[in-house]
């Protein structure tokens, strides 16, 4: 069964930090890249950032460049989203985020985790 | 960026009918849409990609089509599990952009 579990979601401060992990399983994982998606009951779904199958690329949402960092462990199955500076405006559930085809940066997300909700109080 | 948006933002259709929900594109994505449904407290389940094809275990109620900049995603003989939010995204571009989502409501 092909799964991703997200953890690591809680309240912090303006301006603190936090480190969101996804758990995945069921499929070959350092064949896909990775994306984190966020959604807000006011904006709906936004794409935040991906890095690719073998971890040599990323590529940011300018909402968060410079702020937010995305990394992998191929070896652990495991993709990571590090929230720094964070603002009240990024209050929202965190979704970890499959792509649906191999080895390709952009596409259709096909398997979503069931989120990680980060609040930002100011 | 490109800009999705959708209409209605709320749509209200009674079981066992079609509902017809719009997708807008500012501008041309060929045919990199897809459909995504959201129940409550739910991620989203992708149902349509290449703007009119099937996701796995997408039932032949739905229907995706358009291209360019504007699509559409039918789901005929309406089920109560149909009952959701729906959103369509663009992966022409960076960055991938989302609509705000049609809420489809039981009349």
């Known amino acids: 069964q092909v799964l991703l579990v997200e953890s690591g979601g809680g309240v912090v401060q303006a301006g603190g930090s936090l480190t969101l992990s996804c758990a995945a399983s069921?499929?070959?994982?350092?064949?896909?890249?990775m994306h984190w998606v966020r959604q807000t009951p006011g904006k709906g779904l936004e794409w935040v950032a991906l890095?690719?199958?073998?971890?040599?690329?990323?590529l940011y949402a300018d909402s968060v460049k410079g702020r937010f960092t995305i990394s992998r462990h191929n070896s652990q199955n495991t993709v990571y989203l590090h929230l720094n500076s964070l603002r009240v405006d990024d209050t929202a559930m965190y979704y970890c985020?499959?792509?649906?085809?191999?080895?390709?940066?952009?596409?259709?997300?096909?398997?979503w985790g069931r989120g990680t909700m980060v609040t930002v109080s100011s | 960026e490109i800009v999705m948006m959708q209409s209605p933002a709320t749509l209200y259709v009674s079981p066992g009918e079609t509902a017809i929900l719009s997708c807008r594109a500012s501008?041309?994505?060929?045919?990199?849409l897809a459909w995504y449904q959201q129940k409550p407290g739910q991620a989203p389940r992708l149902l349509i990609h290449?703007?009119?094809t099937r996701a796995s275990g997408t039932p032949v109620r739905f229907s995706g089509s358009g291209s360019g900049t504007e699509f559409t995603l039918t789901i005929s003989s309406l089920e109560s599990g149909d009952f959701a939010l729906y959103s369509c995204?663009?992966?022409?571009?960076?960055?991938?952009?989302f609509g705000g989502g049609t809420k489809l409501d039981i009349k």
């Open positions: 890095i690719s199958y073998d971890g040599n690329n990323v």
């Open positions: 290449g703007a009119s």
């Open positions: 501008q041309s994505i060929s045919k990199n």
């Open positions: 069921g499929f070959t994982f350092d064949s896909f890249t």
């Open positions: 995204q663009q992966y022409s571009e960076w960055p991938l952009t």
């Open positions: 985020a499959k792509i649906r085809s191999y080895y390709v940066y952009r596409d259709t997300f096909d398997i």
